[in-house]
Antibody, heavy 123, light 111 residues
Framework: EVQLVQSGAEVKKPGESLKMSCKGSGYSFSNYWIAWVRQMPGKGLEWMGIIYPGDSDTTYSPSFQGQVTISVDKSINTAYVEWSSLKASDTAMYYC????????????????WGLGALVTVSS | QSVLTQPPSVSGAPGQRVTISCTGSSSNIGTHYPVHWYQQLPGTAPKLLILDNHNRPSGVPDRFSGSKSGTSASLAITGLQTEDEADYYCQSYDSSLSGYVFGTGTKVTVL
C-alpha cells in the first residue's frame, strides 16, 4: 500500500526556520516525483514544487522559487520542504503528494497524498 | 491567482446531476495537456478522482465522469449523494508558467 507520512503540525514565530518531512512507503520511492502543495486557510490548492528522489532534480513554481527549499534523502525515502525565515503568510496546510503519469511530464497527476501538516506562524 | 477557472459553487438535490466546469487557455488545457480532477472532503486531503480527462482510478464510482473540449473541461456527478459534498479541483500543466496548475475549486452542496 502506497503511503506518504508527513511530520506533524507546527506552531512557529515569524522569522523562525522550519523543515517538514514526507516519508514514502509501499512503492519504489526513488522512481516517482514528489510534490509539495500549499492550501491556505479556506483557499484552494497551490503547487509549490517537485523533486525527483532518484537524482534530486527539483523544479519550483515561480510563486515559491526562493521562498522554500525542497530536498530529499532517498536513503530513508523522505522528502522535505524547508523555510529559513517564516512569515505569518506561510500559515497554511501543506501536503506532499506523489506524481504519476500515463504519457510523460506534461500529463502528470497527483495520485497519492499525505494527510497534510498544518503550519501556524504567529507572534 | 489560478489560470484554471471553476465556478465557486454548485448544488443539487440527491439523485440529480451536476457539472463543474474548468476553463483554461491555449497555454494549458488548449494545448492538449490532460486535465485531472480531485475531490477534497471536509477536513481531509485531496483524492484523485479523474485522470487524463476521463479515466477513473480504481475504486472511484462511475457516477463521476470527466470530459474535455477545446480550452475547457468538465466533471459530471450523476445520481448525486450526500457523501459527494466536497470541494472539487481540476489540474493540468501550463506551458507559460512551466508548471502544474490547479483550478480555483468548486464547492458542491447537496440540498
Amino acid at each position: 500500500e502506497v503511503q506518504l507520512v508527513q511530520s506533524g503540525a507546527e506552531v512557529k514565530k515569524p522569522g523562525e526556520s522550519l523543515k517538514m518531512s514526507c516519508k514514502g512507503s509501499g512503492y519504489s520511492f526513488s522512481n516517482y516525483w514528489i510534490a509539495w502543495v500549499r492550501q491556505m486557510p479556506g483557499k484552494g490548492l497551490e503547487w509549490m514544487g517537485i523533486i525527483y528522489p532518484g537524482d534530486s532534480d527539483t523544479t519550483y513554481s515561480p510563486s515559491f522559487q526562493g521562498q522554500v527549499t525542497i530536498s530529499v534523502d532517498k536513503s530513508i525515502n523522505t522528502a522535505y520542504v524547508e523555510w529559513s525565515s517564516l512569515k505569518a503568510s506561510d500559515t497554511a496546510m501543506y501536503y506532499c503528494a506523489r506524481l504519476d503519469d500515463t504519457s510523460g511530464y506534461y500529463s502528470r497527476y497527483f495520485d497519492y497524498w499525505g494527510l497534510g501538516a498544518l503550519v501556524t506562524v504567529s507572534s | 491567482q489560478s489560470v484554471l477557472t471553476q465556478p465557486p459553487s454548485v448544488s443539487g438535490a440527491p439523485g440529480q446531476r451536476v457539472t463543474i466546469s474548468c476553463t483554461g487557455s491555449s497555454s494549458n488545457i488548449g494545448t492538449h495537456y490532460p486535465v485531472h480532477w480531485y475531490q477534497q472532503l471536509p477536513g481531509t486531503a485531496p483524492k484523485l478522482l479523474i485522470l487524463d480527462n476521463h479515466n477513473r482510478p480504481s475504486g472511484v464510482p462511475d457516477r463521476f465522469s470527466g470530459s474535455k473540449s477545446g480550452t475547457s473541461a468538465s466533471l459530471a456527478i450523476t445520481g448525486l449523494q450526500t457523501e459527494d459534498e466536497a470541494d472539487y479541483y481540476c489540474q493540468s500543466y501550463d506551458s507559460s508558467l512551466s508548471g502544474y496548475v490547479f483550478g480555483t475549486g468548486t464547492k458542491v452542496t447537496v440540498l
